[in-house]
């Protein structure tokens, strides 16, 4: 195989139609017990926006949601948790250049779909605990400012969508500051983070990131794990660890791409040409040289 050396600024992937396939899992362990979340979905970068700077768009779908490897159960909090986050699918969202969800695409569609679950909940509406469940993610589903925030803060969604596209300079190091994960214990935590670059391509071929991490609060309080990227930049599999000292608690986290095109496959004898890409990325200009203006929004540092 040719060496590969990989570009010190890795660029957001460009309209890509192929669909990827992955699963998700949310491992929570402490002490004897463990907890599984998991599901899957897939994912496409499938056009831009019109405004300017122009950004992507992408398209998510879940399926198969599970826990400790069983369908929720028949509880009536659980029936409207599991309908209630089935409205937001399909996703549509648009990125800004470090990967990072800038704004809902298609949130007529998922109030509309919302509106169209709550007749499976009318027999349940004496409820005093029901009813203030159903107002509460009524109110952040019609609001898109409000569940843009929601998503941005599932911890699904801050490590699928983790901001590892920008510069990373001459040394192949960057770091995020207060990028926040929540957990489904209601753990908000935010970290400072670095993330490095290995500086040529995996033996399969993949662009590996390093990331890890303290709690701003606790330092003990630590995250580790990393990134791989196709050679087209697209996910492959992310790993994530995060420990808590004072509860004896460790949450793993692993996305990873289940089925791979073909392709993509039979293509690792390409070698990279950084002048080439950026040339050709760099004709969508306005979209990749977008600047960060709002302080949510994490960027490289």
Known sequence: MMKTIVPEHLYLPSMILEERQYHYSF????????????????????????????RLVVKINR????????????????????????????????????????????HADIVERWKSFIPRFKPYYEGEKVIKLLNRIGKIYRNADYLLDSLRKDVFFSVYFFPIYGDYRLGRVTGID?????????????????????NEFTENDKIKL????????KENDTVSGYFLMNKDRTIHEIKMDFFFVDYNEEVNIQI??????????????????????????????????????????????
């Open 27 to 54: 491992t929570k362990k402490s002490f004897s017990q463990e907890k599984v979340l998991s599901f899957d979905f897939t994912f496409i970068h499938n056009r831009q926006t019109n405004e300017e700077p122009k």
């Open 63 to 106: 399926s198969n949601l599970l826990i400790n490897n069983e369908k929720p159960d028949g509880t009536l909090i659980s029936e409207l948790l599991y309908h209630s986050s089935q409205a937001l699918f399909p996703l549509r969202l648009s990125l800004n250049s470090y990967g990072y969800p800038k704004n809902i695409c298609n």
């Open 178 to 198: 207060n990028y926040e994960f929540s957990f489904n214990s209601g753990q908000k935590v935010k970290y400072t983070l670095d993330l490095e670059v290995l």
């Open 210 to 217: 390093m990331v890890k991490g303290k709690s701003d609060v």
């Open 256 to 301: 990873f791409e289940t089925k791979e095109i073909a392709e993509r496959k039979s293509a690792f004898n390409v070698v990279y040409d950084e002048k080439e890409e950026r040339e050709k990325l760099m004709k969508s200009r306005g979209f990749f040289i977008e600047e960060i203006e709002s302080d949510d929004l994490p960027e490289h540092k």
